[in-house]
């Protein structure tokens, strides 16, 4: 009987991920002048958009201003700049978000957080998340990953446990995005198998039983 629910769960998992794509939000971290994150995000970019329907949250290029007052302090939510609430239901409609993060002090980068605190929780929540950390040392922003961890845990959208982590990242991939070593393929679909399993699972459960209240 538990092989024929696995079988029956593999079969609607694989008639899913052939009928539509998953939607991924990929959140880039660092504003720093000479980023290392925008050739980070253009290899996870270009690796997954032939299977997933991406969008990018980049806070250089999107306007998220030092917050001060997000976008749940409205009590009346159409006074709230378009940006933020047009940002909302992309966040609202994705499936799982991929959080692309640096270290700075050994700790996520402040433009980072200050993106995502400007949505409330419950926008993130019943989706899960997965955390690519990177530095241009030996241990590939894994201090920052930690704190992402418990990020992730508190806005309802948990992270699976695969970190990707990319050490000497400027070694690792180019300007371009292209990947340096084998490394770089096999660490992604690592993450991604356990990223979309759990997005999979997620979505079912929303769409046939709704998130609780």
């Known amino acids: 009987m538990y092989r024929s629910y696995k079988n029956q769960a593999k079969m609607a998992a694989q008639k899913l991920m052939s009928s539509q794509k998953l939607k991924l939000i990929i959140f880039l971290g660092s504003t720093r002048e000479g980023r290392l994150g925008e050739r980070v995000g253009k290899f996870v970019k270009n690796s997954l958009s032939e299977k997933y329907d991406i969008k990018v949250f980049d806070p250089s290029v999107m306007e998220f201003d030092l917050l001060k ?8 939510r159409s006074a709230a700049p378009k940006m933020l609430l047009d ?7 994705a499936d799982a978000f991929l959080l692309i993060s640096c270290e700075y002090n050994h700790c996520i980068p402040p433009a980072l957080a200050n993106m995502i605190d400007h949505f409330p929780g419950s926008s993130f929540s019943w ?15 894994m201090r920052a990953a930690m704190q992402l961890r418990a990020l992730t ?33 096999s660490g992604l679909e690592k993450l ?17 039983n709704g998130v609780p209240s």
């Open 69 to 76: 007052k997000p976008l749940h302090f409205y009590k009346d």
């Open 87 to 93: 940002a909302n239901e992309e966040i609202k409609n």
């Open 127 to 141: 989706r899960p998340s997965g955390i690519i950390t990177y530095s241009p040392g030996i241990y590939g922003g």
């Open 153 to 185: 845990g508190e806005i309802g959208c948990i992270s699976v446990s695969n970190i990707f982590g990319i050490p000497k990242v400027h070694e690792a991939i180019d300007e371009d995005g292209v990947p340096k070593d084998a490394h770089m393929k």
């Open 192 to 208: 991604m198998k356990q990223l979309e399993w759990t997005a999979i699972a997620f979505k079912d459960m929303r769409e046939k």
